[in-house]
């Protein structure tokens, strides 16, 4: 009977250590990630766009890939909010590892500098608040809260040059317009084959090729970005409309816009305003289409409110007929 005991004893450690190993590996294995944000900066300036760029460094303790699903973040300089923004990026961290994982997300260049007040080159202090969405596994969807604090270093902007005279990124702004937007808008003017339609600040195209695919009319673009000009041939010719679609590098404010029996504007108020000695050549009954902003003390004719599929947020299509009217006083 003594051999007994030993062996016995020998058996329950034996199982001890079994199972606390497992237990370790267990708690291991449901261990939530963590995250920290290791730097922030800007790369790939554009003439329009900048690419803002997330450097995270994720620890992943499960023994299977870990996926981000979404990104959320909010940048602060001083009493100033000048970023938010939501992004999603297919990116998987590798099983029980520590990686540096690079978010970019791009940011109209000019809206940045307008709304941080700064100025092309400069260095500002910033506090980034974000919040990291991963699927774990046997969890599902968390969040990882990081924050940081630093400088930024804005890019310079980038320049170019069209008939003679030099412009920046703060000449140019491009957002797009949703698709069911641009149907709204073509319909709002009421748009037929026999129509020329201008689009200022053409982007990617996509208002003139819209025109002509759906109504068979002649359509021009003008963009100061050889980027966007190039897209908008792209799509023309993608489209099989490159034959009703004319694109050009112009600058907006200097086009004799006469010609024209539909003008469509995605631009902000200030931009609106400049082009009226513009817009006062054109013909009796020709028709003006904007998105989102009217014209500084013009009376639109109508203005509707529709909710767009693409973001689920409710826009204005404003309508005016020359020749134009003007706004009464409050």
């Not at 774990?136 to 980038?158: C, D, F, H, T, Y």
């Amino acid at each position: 009977m003594t051999g007994v005991r030993p062996l016995f004893f020998s058996l329950v450690l034996t199982a001890f250590l079994f199972v606390s190993c497992a237990t370790n590996q267990q708690v291991r294995q449901f261990d939530k990630p963590t995250a920290r944000l290791v730097d922030l900066k800007f790369q790939d300036v554009q003439l329009d766009f900048a690419t803002l760029m997330f450097e995270i460094e994720v620890d992943n303790p499960y023994p299977e890939d870990l996926p981000l699903v979404g990104l959320n973040y909010s940048l602060t300089s001083g009493a100033n909010t000048f970023l938010t923004a939501t992004d999603a990026r297919p990116v998987s961290v590798p099983p029980n590892s520590k990686e540096i994982v690079s978010l970019p997300d791009k940011v109209v260049y000019e809206r940045l500098l307008r709304s941080l007040k700064g100025k092309a080159g400069s260095t500002i202090p910033y506090r980034a608040e974000l919040q990291l969405w991963v699927n774990a596994p046997k969890i599902g969807q968390i969040k990882i809260p990081l924050r940081n604090e630093g400088s930024l270093a804005l890019p310079e902007a980038v320049e170019i040059t069209v008939d003679g005279k030099t412009y920046d990124s703060l000449d140019v702004i491009y957002v797009f317009t949703p698709h069911d937007i641009v149907d709204k808008m073509l319909m709002l003017a009421k748009v037929t084959k026999k129509d020329l339609v201008y689009d200022l600040g053409c982007g990617d195209g996509r208002i003139p090729v819209a025109a002509a695919k759906k109504y068979g009319c002649k359509a021009v673009g003008y963009d100061l970005d050889p980027a966007r000009v190039k897209e908008s041939l792209e799509n023309a010719k993608k489209n099989k409309v490159e034959h009703l679609v004319t694109i050009e590098q112009k600058d907006i404010f200097t086009l004799d816009l006469s010609e024209a029996d539909v003008i469509t504007l995605y631009l902000t108020p200030e931009m609106n305003e400049r082009l009226i000695p513009q817009l006062e050549k054109l013909k009796p009954g020709s028709r003006i289409v904007a998105h989102n902003f009217g014209i500084p003390g013009v009376k639109p004719d109508k203005v509707i409110r529709f909710t767009s599929s693409f973001d689920k947020l409710e826009h204005k299509i404003y309508l005016w007929t020359t020749p134009l009217k003007k706004a009464e006083n409050p």
